[in-house]
């Protein structure tokens, strides 16, 4: 499907809301809010909020984790109307760690246009304001809520050699910084909290550090986590298959990573392949 976003065609907007200051909104965002005949939104009340503070009055239909299968036909409905629609979350870009996506693909599948607006997020100002460097990064958002399944998640990712971002619940964050810990040793990281509120705040130290201090803290928390150094990286420790995949599930084609992997164990890149095709 070929998409030309100013057709005037029945588009899907994708519309990013402030995670914190209202005041953090484009007038792009409030412009399609206002042009919107309908807004499907993840909780009526909290838009109902954003809307009331910016005087406009739109249709609501509720959107959220529970119910998204079911509202995507809604969601075409009105499109094959021939409406302009506008999806929400309650707080940041809908899709990043929150209802969204499935809308998406059913607009996409119907042959709709969707356009995303640039907007509010909190992964991209907690890393920006880390340190870490920002040109390669890994997103993650949330790992798994059981422990063991959080703890499987990360030593897929340990060995990752760009900072990793995850998203935390405060209820969960000592036992998730204590698995991270536990897998991937005392690195750095930077911890922000309450984005674009009052309390903001950005915490950076060594993790072991940062645990000690935890129960002190409440808010919405973005973590972030040095990569791994490849010095740190005992590669004959490591599957020569598990090695292989490590470097495509970061991207590389099966042919690169076949080359890195004999680079990193010095050893001849046929000797990595048959192995590889073996396995």
């Known amino acids: 499907m070929r998409q030309k976003s100013y057709d005037n065609s029945p588009t899907l907007y994708i519309v990013p809301t402030p995670i914190g200051n209202l005041d953090d909104i484009t007038l792009r965002t409030i412009n399609v809010l206002k042009e919107a005949e309908v807004i499907f939104c993840e909780d009526t009340r909290v838009t109902k909020q954003l809307l009331n503070h910016l005087n406009i009055t739109k249709k609501l239909i509720s959107n959220h984790m529970h119910n998204e299968f079911v509202i995507k036909e809604k969601v075409v409905e009105y499109l094959n109307e021939g409406k302009t629609v506008a999806l929400v979350s309650d707080?940041?870009?809908?899709?990043?760690?929150?209802?969204?996506?499935?809308?998406?693909?059913?607009?996409?599948?119907?042959?709709?246009?969707?356009?995303?607006?640039?907007?509010?997020?909190?992964?991209?100002?907690?890393?920006?304001?880390?340190?870490?460097?920002?040109?390669?990064?890994?997103?993650?958002?949330?790992?798994?809520?059981?422990?063991?399944?959080?703890?499987?998640?990360?030593?897929?990712?340990k060995n990752f050699e760009y900072p990793i971002i995850f998203y935390e619940a405060p209820h969960r964050l000592k036992n998730t910084l204590l698995n991270i810990q536990s897998v991937f040793g005392n690195r750095k990281i930077s911890l922000a909290r309450e984005i674009s509120k009052l309390h903001e705040e950005i915490i950076r130290d060594n993790?072991?550090?940062?645990?000690?201090?935890?129960?002190?803290?409440?808010?919405?928390?973005?973590?972030?986590?040095?990569?791994?150094?490849?010095?740190?990286?005992?590669?004959?420790?490591?599957?020569?298959?598990?090695?292989?995949?490590?470097?495509?599930?970061?991207?590389?084609?099966?042919?690169?990573?076949?080359?890195?992997?004999?680079?990193?164990?010095?050893?001849?890149?046929?000797?990595?392949?048959?192995?590889?095709?073996?396995?």
Not at 95 to 108: F, L, N, T, W
Not at 115 to 136: E, R, W
């Open 91 to 157: 707080r940041g870009t809908p899709g990043i760690s929150d209802p969204g996506v499935v809308a998406v693909k059913e607009a996409i599948l119907n042959n709709y246009n969707v356009i995303c607006l640039p907007g509010a997020n909190a992964f991209v100002p907690a890393l920006v304001m880390s340190g870490f460097d920002t040109d390669h990064f890994m997103f993650y958002g949330f790992l798994n809520s059981k422990s063991s399944k959080q703890k499987e998640e990360l030593e897929q990712i």
């Open 207 to 279: 993790i072991d550090n940062v645990i000690s201090i935890v129960d002190t803290l409440k808010g919405e928390f973005v973590i972030i986590v040095e990569g791994c150094e490849k010095k740190d990286i005992n590669y004959s420790k490591i599957d020569v298959l598990e090695h292989i995949k490590m470097y495509i599930n970061d991207g590389l084609s099966e042919k690169d990573a076949i080359k890195k992997v004999a680079k990193d164990r010095n050893v001849n890149k046929n000797e990595i392949y048959m192995k590889y095709h073996k396995g």
